[in-house]
């Protein structure tokens, strides 16, 4: 594939019929933990080889257009080809995490705003240079008695607008990420009044900032219960909430609107994006950019094994089967069983 040289044609490629994101942009803390879970240290070589396994799964491009990297990835190589590369000769566009996390956001005990914006612009030249067509940036919204603040979400929007206008100037589509946490109790009623007012929040600010709308991406999570709620949503609750929300709150001229996977378990978000993308009429394209609902299976197969490499292949080739099915609203029982 040749990259794409504009940011029509990128927005064009991320959002190919039946495809999504692979988010695979963890931090080093990020990453880390991942690791600690099955018991692997977090070197260098260990991260590499483990992106490697990722990046090389046979038939990966069917249904991944794009893959989120980190700094480090995309200086790292596959053989002697760098990690972007790779990806472009098979097909997905590489594009890079460009927050620098998040830190407390003063004044506030509980909430957070993400870092990154000083020296964004000569970061962002760079990464060009090196192949990425995309960023991304998270901002994280936090559910509680009295959060979220305006403070917090209007420092947020301003992050996000300024990152996403610098983006674009460089060439480069930007993902706009508010993630509402699903950390908390609170209902599903109360996440779709608190992502509506994040989104409407954020467009209005992009708006300021004069970013095009048609050369971004929101990224945004699903209208889901806090994952400490008693009640549990329906999959036709969650989707009529989180389409709902998008339609009053995202401008029809957003191309694309990718979701985020949050800690939901692998199988939940492939069944709940089915349900979301069953509903017609919608006036942007509806995809997945997922990092653990792609990745979990993968990573425990793996367990840092080469000899297990094919069959961690086989399990994040199948969550990305299973989800470019969802995208199209064909997602089912038997495609979930069928054979790896
Ligand atoms: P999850 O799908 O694991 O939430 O990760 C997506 C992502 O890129 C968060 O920024």
Known sequence: ???????????????????????????????????????????????????????????????????????????????????????????????????????????????????????????????????????????VITIGDDLPSVTCIDANADALARFARLSQEAGLVPIVEPEVLMDGNHTLARCEEVTNTVLKNVFVTLFE?????????????MVLPGKDSPHEATLDEVAEATVRCLRDAV??????????????????????LNAICQHEDLPWKLSFSYGRALQDAALKTWHGQSAHVAAAQGALHHRAACNSLAVQGKYSVEAEHAAV
């Open 1 to 139: 594939m040749t990259l794409p040289s504009d940011l029509t044609a990128t927005t064009a490629a991320l959002l190919a019929p039946g495809k999504g994101l692979l988010a695979a942009d963890e931090s080093f803390p990020t990453i880390g933990k991942r690791f600690d879970a099955i018991g692997i240290s977090s070197t260098e070589e260990n991260r590499r080889a483990y992106r490697e396994l990722l990046f090389t799964t046979p038939g990966l491009n069917e249904f991944i257009s794009g893959v989120i990297l980190f700094d480090e990835t995309m200086r790292q190589k596959i053989g002697d080809v760098s990690m972007p590369e790779f990806l472009a000769r098979n097909g997905m566009v590489p594009g890079i995490k460009v927050d620098g996390g998040t830190e407390a956001l003063p004044g506030s005990k509980a909430e957070k705003i993400t870092k990154g914006l000083d020296g964004l612009p000569h970061r962002l030249a760079e990464y060009r240079r090196l192949g990425a067509r995309f960023t991304k940036w998270r901002a």
């Open 209 to 221: 900032h004069r970013v095009t709308l048609d050369s971004l991406l929101l990224k945004t999570g």
């Open 251 to 272: 401008p029809s001229g957003v191309p694309g609107i990718v979701f985020l996977s949050g800690g939901q378990s692998d199988i939940a978000a492939t069944e709940r």
